[in-house]
């Protein structure tokens, strides 16, 4: 059986697919712009960018705190201190695409072929919200967000409520669908998505938010890429 991560299936599978990493977050647990912080030797931002790249993808920015233009294209976010669906409901307007993947920027041990294979699903079952979810409960990030969401987000956020999964919620009940999470276990134990150093499952969430959280990441982040 073809992986879906071969590069026949993703050139077919990312056609009218944007992507976006979220880099436009306060850091204030971290201290200082995480998009900066060194992980093997890179920013942060570049493994992010580089997940997306490797699902076959040709990721933006999608707001940022430092100068990060020479990396990707940086999509301005007008309300960077709302938080991430800010930076979301701006992606989602910049872009005519039917589909649009948020990736944050603290998850650099995520394997590219989760990303795809939530890309597929979405697109065969025509899901509005396509979410991974880990021992039974949906993860906010990554996301796969039909544009179709977008003016429920944008009045979620009007209203005063940020929170991307209560957004995504509310998304979907606006358009009479339920959110698509697709748990993370089976795709693993099936083999359509897998870490290309065997990272298991358990470790792909992993996220940098404090300096302890550098460190813990880094002891499992594989030196063949450092």
Sequence with gaps: ??????????????????????????????????????LAGQPLIAHALTILRE???????????????????????PDPDLGPLSGICAALESSPASYAVF???????????LIVYLIHHAQITSSAITLPSICGAANTFPAVLHR????????ELVSGRRGCMSAFR?????????????????LAQSGHAAHPHGLPAA????????????????????????
Excluded: C
């Design 103 to 113: 990736l944050p920027i603290d998850l650099p041990l995520l394997p590219a072929s």
């Design 203 to 226: 470790l792909w969430f992993l996220n940098l938010n404090t300096p302890a959280d550098l460190g813990r990441v880094e002891r499992h982040f594989p030196s063949q890429i450092a």
């Design 55 to 77: 699902a076959g993808l040709s990721p933006k920015i999608a707001g940022a705190r430092s100068n990060l233009s020479s990396l990707a294209r940086v999509i301005p976010d």
């Design 148 to 155: 179709s969401v977008l003016p429920a987000l944008k009045s």
């Design 170 to 186: 509310a998304a979907a009940r606006a358009l009479g669908q339920p959110i698509s999470a697709i748990p993370v276990e089976l």
């Design 1 to 38: 059986m073809s992986r879906f991560w071969d590069m026949g299936y993703l050139k077919s599978e990312s056609a009218n697919v944007s992507a976006y990493v979220l880099a436009g977050g306060q850091s204030r647990r971290m201290g200082h712009d995480k998009a900066l912080i060194s």
